[in-house]
């Protein structure tokens, strides 16, 4: 199984990285920091917004020694919260998450969402702002405290008119993305752009119950290929080249999420792509102007 992505600018990234949305406190991040590391993940998302950023870097720099890891060997995301749009305040915030990951750069940093806290999301002001992040990050970026930038739930209307106006094209876009909701025309345009797409809720958890794990479909692919939904759904997107980022607090699904070394039948692949219902369980950003 390909392990990583080459980036358009070059730099590595682990194909299959650790989601910690919703993952908080020392008690908890510790041991699932640990339980990651030893299963063989090497890429860890964070965000402002999750407000874990101190405790994974706390427990990045107590568990890194135990495995022979050091600081180049890991890969570490976090992403702008939607209240510091804005040139002055982005900056500000990547010095922040700079500081509570206690690290001297990240390896990459998103625009988390294309709107801005207290606007309507028919605000035009939203894209006044976020173009002023993106050309803070482009700074940034070229000074070396971050090796890739990107954007996160951006749409293909966001997209267009970030990169008519930029002198950087977003490294990558993250966005959720599984067979009930495989966004093709995205797809397509990222890869058109030299964009990685890079998918969350992957297995449709974002909402309590997923009906994604529970698809018919996805159940008898599985048994056929003695893996877990989970695991169909995970290979379905990186047998694509999609990287995935599968969180849980399960010591037995994170090293399972990560077990990903079968391959799907170009039969089983369409089986899954045709699901498609058009169906979100995240956050709608195409109301955002």
Known sequence: MQKAVLLSNGVSMPLVGFGTYKIRG????????????????????????????????????????????????IFITSKLSPRDQGSERCQQAVDNSLTSLQVDYLDLFLIHWPGCQKLKPSDPANRELRSQSWATLEKIYEAGKVRAIGVSNYT???????????????HVNQVEYHPHY????????????????QAYSSLGTTVKES???????????????????????????????????????NQ???????????????????SLSKLNVKQKYAWDSSVVF
Do not use: M
């Open 252 to 270: 037995d699904h994170i090293r399972q999420n990560i077990q990903l070394d079968f391959e799907l039948s170009t039969k089983d692949l369409q």
């Open 26 to 73: 020392k008690d908890l991040i510790f041991p699932l920091i640990k339980a990651a590391l030893q299963s063989g993940y090497r890429s860890f998302d964070t965000a402002a917004v999750y407000r874990n950023e101190c405790e994974i870097g706390e427990a990045l720099k107590h568990y890194l020694p135990e495995f022979n890891l050091k600081r180049e060997d």
């Open 211 to 249: 009906p994604l794990l529970q698809d018919p479909v996805v159940a008898t692919v599985a048994t056929r290929c003695s893996a877990s939904p989970a695991q169909v759904l995970l290979r379905w997107a990186t047998q694509q080249g999609i990287g995935v980022l599968p969180k849980s607090t």
């Open 156 to 170: 293909l209307s966001h997209l267009t008119h970030l990169i008519g106006q930029s002198s950087v094209i977003p």
């Open 182 to 197: 495989p966004q093709e025309e995205l797809k397509l345009y990222c890869e058109s752009q030299g964009i990685h797409l």
